[in-house]
């Protein structure tokens, strides 16, 4: 079955030429996106996505397309159309098309609105969960706005490939001062020898996950010792456990970190509680 997108008020096959050459996506990454994992037809922690969406178009100035209402018909309407109850769900507003000018249109114009669909296979996802991942390290390379979920993301493209290329799952990216900031699509996380779950606080320096969000919750609903502060790369290679989230990994065990085993190598008990808590729709 050809995949089904929806552009502007439209749904059409996904490879149809959609999208302007003057649009300020194309032009200059010039907006933001959202992803959802959505499994069994149920779109998970679908109001913190959307509350997320609304403050990244807000820091850009960019008006939200639609009302929120419409805009779930459309996310829904996109799966229906790809006939998907276990899916990842993409949105990309960006400020539309307009005359090549890196300031904003003097007039403003409709932003571009594109939703996408694929299947998401959540057994794969748990049989990489039951052996861990390995990540490798990158230094952090972007702006100081990471806070917004902007399209623009050549240095987490470029981080992935490298980890791609080293055989590893996922890069975490660290800053000037040696502390992991996050991955390049991903939170990052550990637990200390004394079995306190940690993780950045959310600055302007990481995106505000919204898995990371519900694993604080999560975390509080379990009992679990928690403090939001940085940590080196030297803390996280002495950790007892870590671990990453994000939509589509939900929480994933990292069991090695630039080719050095983290703890035993195995995926960690805490780690693996708080999936089980997640998967299991527990409302922290
Ligand atoms: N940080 C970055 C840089 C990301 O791209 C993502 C994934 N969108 C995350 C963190 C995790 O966010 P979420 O839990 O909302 O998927």
Known sequence: MARI???DGQYGPIDRPAI???DRGFQF?????EVWSVKDGEFLDHPGHMARLKRSLAELRIPMPMSEAALDVALRETLRRNRLMNALVYLQVTRGVAKRDHA????PVKPTMVITARPAS???VQARAETGIAVITRPDERWKRCDIKSISLLPNVLAKQAAREAGAFEAWLINEAGEVTEGSSSNAWIVTGEGVLVTRKADEAILNGITRQRVIRLAAALGIPFEERPFSLEEALSAREAFVSSASSMVMP????????VANGAPGSLATALREAYLSGADG
């Open 5 to 7: 997108a929806y552009v």
């Open 20 to 22: 302007g050459i003057e």
């Open 29 to 33: 990454a010039d907006g933001v996106y």
């Open 104 to 107: 904003f249109p003097a007039k």
């Open 122 to 124: 959540f057994s794969a």
């Open 254 to 261: 990292v069991v090695r970190i630039d080719d050095r085993a």
